[in-house]
């Protein structure tokens, strides 16, 4: 159930109001060859080295949250607790009733010509689209560090980075066709966004209360 969560979460980042707008331009650089036409299969590969890039901190994040959890195992309630809390946070500064400004995005892109360049950019990528994405990733590196497992950490971030990339790798193939689909989610980012900070806000509440692992405890 945790990794269904993280999943969406991933998900919910790809179609964040600092990130989807700039997606066609992302996609763009991945296919500058000196102004000659890319094949798609490159622009595909490259896209998989900048999603390879993201992935690959957001696992050490994972790695690191869910180390830190097993460390301090015992005091799983009070980790639950504060974790919880956060994320409740996180989930009102998306309503904007707490504005959290280190929560807002960065939306500077930079040139990927090459699957090596493209790796690079997507671990500098992952750095610079922290502050956007930061309400979601949040919740996802909270989730690992209440697990109390570094391996399980991983996976979890694992997941949340291929909610993220699976739906970017498919655009970067399909990004003509799904121009209508971005504009109207674009159009309706005021309710994306307060479905997104009441998501937080339950979540944060069952992660405090301990009831999500007791829910997870029904799956194991």
Do not use: W
């Amino acid at each position: 159930m945790q990794y269904l969560v993280t999943f969406l979460e991933g998900i919910i980042s790809f179609i964040s109001p600092c990130m989807l707008p700039m997606l066609p331009l992302y996609i763009s650089y991945f296919a500058a060859d000196n102004n000659e036409k890319t094949p798609k299969s490159k622009v595909f590969l490259r896209a998989l080295a900048f999603v390879l890039g993201f992935s690959i901190v957001f696992c050490l994040l994972g790695l690191f949250a869910g180390t830190l959890g097993e460390f301090l195992r015992k005091y799983q309630i009070v980790i639950n607790i504060i974790c919880g809390c956060i994320v409740v946070l996180f989930g009102f500064s998306y309503l904007e009733v707490i504005p959290l400004p280190f929560l807002k995005g960065i939306t500077k892109a930079h040139r990927a010509s090459s699957i090596a360049s493209a790796f690079v950019f997507g671990i500098i990528y992952s750095v610079s689209l922290t502050p956007c994405i930061g309400a979601f990733l949040g919740s996802a590196l909270m989730l690992a560090s209440t697990s109390g497992s570094s391996q399980q950490g991983v996976l979890l971030l694992l997941t949340y980075s291929l909610g993220m990339g699976i739906p970017f790798l498919l655009s970067s193939i399909l990004i003509e066709r799904l121009t209508t689909t971005f504009q109207a989610i674009k159009k309706h980012y005021n309710v994306i966004n307060k479905v997104c900070g009441v998501f937080l806000i339950v979540m944060g509440i069952l992660m405090a209360s301990g009831l999500f692992n007791r829910f997870l405890g029904l799956f194991s």
